[in-house]
């Protein structure tokens, strides 16, 4: 995604405006199945001393509950602001820099995507998973296993005791 900055550098216009579909979310992220390419769109406006890029995007994915494996449909919207400057006078690490008359918004827009993925999707806060023992999605209700867990700590314990008598 390549905007060309020409029309502000030449001082012909103080706003540019753009739109893309942008296709790379599928390779920074293999392990999530987009179901259609990033929409970004935004501008890049020229404040008299600065340049501020402000965009927004929306991505839709395909994942799976982390807890009970069920197929999910994620739509994510997302959004950032950066100043943008001429490699002359670059600062921040935050800035987008202006190489050859243009901006690349590959980098920045696939950053915040990272960020703003969760870290894992869950059906619902509360999804119950699957039962250990036979599988079963428990969303659907019990399926009629014990489960009873003891914790490893008081077994180690429980053993002591025994041996001790
Ligand atoms: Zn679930
Ligand atoms: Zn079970």
Do not use: Q
């Not at 001082?11 to 296709?23: N, Q, Y």
């Not at 927004?56 to 994915?61: F, I, N, Q, T």
């Not at 197929?71 to 100043?83: A, D, I, M, P």
């Not at 915040?112 to 999605?137: A, H, T, V, Y």
Request: aromatic share 6%; glycine share 6%.
């Amino acid at each position: 995604m390549r905007v060309d900055m020409t029309p502000i550098l030449s001082g012909r216009s103080d706003k540019i405006s753009f739109s893309f579909e942008w296709e790379g979310a599928d390779e920074l992220f293999p392990a999530l199945r987009f179901t259609s390419p990033v929409r970004v769109c935004g501008s890049v406006t020229d404040r008299s001393g600065y340049m501020l890029l402000t965009l927004s995007a929306e991505a839709e994915y395909t994942t799976e509950c982390a807890r009970c494996l069920e197929v999910l449909h994620r739509k994510l919207s997302f959004g950032l602001e950066k100043n943008v400057v001429l490699k002359s006078d670059a600062e921040d690490d935050d800035d987008v820099v202006v190489v050859d008359s243009a901006i690349l918004l590959d980098e920045p827009v696939g950053e915040l995507l990272f960020l703003e993925l969760p870290s894992r999707d869950l059906c619902r806060e509360d999804c119950r998973g699957l039962c250990p023992k036979c599988g079963k999605n428990l969303n659907a209700g019990d399926c009629g296993c014990s489960h009873r867990e003891i914790d490893p700590r008081l077994e180690v314990l429980k053993k002591f005791l025994d041996t001790e008598e």
